[in-house]
């Protein structure tokens, strides 16, 4: 006997199960909830099983459910594999690809580099979400996170893509008028910009050799954006730890002028291109990252910054 699963229905349900509500799910799809249980139905009159439990306190898989939510998502997985693989041997890959990234990182290394993925890949289209928060990928639908630091998940799959450094940085009109700090102690007496969501962000590590020593910064002015915090710095409010990606063109063109920069003493730090275990194997997915990997280890993209 075939059951005779409709690949739509069963996307759906994955939807809902990881939505947590069948409301969340018609929202997300803007369609009216009554599309979303009849789908629902269908589902288990084909399966013979009763797939969810519904109550006042929401939605739970039953012990069927669970058994179809894994084989679901295998067979939506053989499917989305397939399909890329026969489309991208006639037109490259293509499709949606949703990806989350800081507000900084967005700016430096998917903005810039969005001309020549869509010269080399056509048919790719980019959803991007740009945002200093962790996302849970599968609620969020997000198929590419960019983080930096070790992610952590067993349903997770993270490719190192290139390396990070940051360095601090202020305006030149910030420096006209409070002076420019000639060791690490001057900083006492300065502005800084702190991160109040992320407080390995405030961990300046600063000095030369063994004299070396970090710094815990509390922050004249705080933000938990880092879009935020370098607009603070350019904006002349106070000295900032800053992404050297980001701040290169900005020294370039005189808005930003690096500070203490022969007392950096940060180790660069690994970016990875995180991804659902399930949707790795996606021909977009891989044309991404290949590009954002060789985007930043190009030479043009890693500019020098001196003092």
């Known amino acids: 006997m075939s059951l005779n699963i409709n690949l739509e229905d069963a996307q759906l349900f994955i939807r809902v199960v990881e939505l947590g509500t069948l409301s969340a799910a018609a929202r997300e799809r803007d369609v009216p909830v009554s599309q979303v249980t009849r789908a629902l139905a269908r589902l288990e009159a084909r399966c013979g099983v009763r797939l969810l439990h519904r ?25 989305e594999v ?13 499709g949606w690809v949703r990806v989350s990234v800081s507000s900084v990182i967005a700016q430096a290394l998917i903005t810039p580099s969005l001309p020549s993925l869509y010269q080399h890949h056509p048919q790719l ?27 952590a998940g067993d349903t997770l799959v993270a490719r190192e893509i290139g390396k990070l450094s940051r360095a601090l940085y202020a305006s030149p009109a910030y420096l006209r008028t409070h002076g420019e700090p000639r060791g690490v102690e001057d900083l006492a007496g300065h502005h800084l910009i702190g991160n109040s969501a992320s407080l390995v962000l405030n961990q300046w590590r600063l000095g030369r050799g063994r004299e070396a020593t970090t710094l815990h910064v509390s ?80 030479a043009a993209f890693n500019p020098t910054v001196s003092a």
């Open 125 to 151: 289209h980019l959803d991007i979400l740009a945002d200093d928060r962790i996302v849970d990928m599968a609620r969020e639908g997000v198929d590419i996170a960019i983080r930096t630091g070790s992610p």
């Open 219 to 298: 922050g004249h002015t705080r933000t938990d954006n880092t879009a935020v915090a370098l607009s603070l710095v350019r904006e002349g409010v106070g000295i900032g730890r800053v992404v050297n990606i980001v701040a290169g063109p900005l020294v370039a063109r005189g808005e930003l002028v690096p500070v203490l920069a022969d007392l950096t003493a940060e180790t660069p730090v690994p970016v990875y291109a995180v991804m659902l275990h399930e949707r790795q194997r996606l021909p977009k997915m891989r044309a991404c990252i290949d590009h954002w990997a060789a985007w930043l280890t190009s």
């Open 55 to 79: 109550s006042t306190h929401g939605l739970s898989l039953t012990d069927e459910g669970d058994l179809f939510q894994s084989a679901a998502r295998r067979m939506l997985e053989t499917a």
């Open 82 to 94: 397939l399909h890329s693989e026969l489309t991208g041997k006639l037109a490259g890959p293509s």
